[in-house]
């Protein structure tokens, strides 16, 4: 599986960014592909999740709740984050992750991607 991130950058406060990852290799449509991200001193934090054999089902993490979507492209091999209203407190580096629904949150299966730099200051 390779994932291929592309977005990110640095914004002012009130901004919005997005994020898109393509993902090439996985045969699996019982898999979850999203976004975490961890900035500096902090625990990395899954951020947005979509079920990639059924893109109306999304999770979000309370923090970004109502300012941030997930959303699949028609060839449902790309998974985009829209970044609205962001906050300072949004400033990390995101990592794009594909694995299975049941674990993704934990991380501990997932492959990820490179990571781009989100800032807002």
């Known amino acids: 599986v390779q994932l291929v991130e592309s977005g990110g950058g640095s914004v002012q406060a009130g901004s919005s960014l997005r994020l898109s990852c393509a993902a090439s290799?996985?045969?699996?449509?019982?898999?979850?592909m999203g976004w975490f991200r961890q900035a500096p001193g902090k625990e990395r934090e899954g951020v947005a999740v979509l079920v990639l054999s059924d893109g109306s089902k999304t999770y979000y993490a309370n923090s970004v709740k109502g300012r941030f979507t997930i959303s699949q492209d028609s060839a449902k091999n790309t998974v985009n984050l829209q970044m609205n209203s962001l906050k300072p407190e949004d400033s990390a580096m995101y990592y794009c992750?594909?694995?299975?629904?049941?674990?993704?949150?934990?991380?501990?299966?997932?492959?990820w991607g490179q990571g781009t730099q989100v800032t807002v200051s």
């Open positions: 290799g996985y045969t699996y449509s019982s898999y979850c």
């Open positions: 992750a594909i694995g299975r629904c049941g674990s993704w949150w934990s991380g501990s299966d997932n492959v």
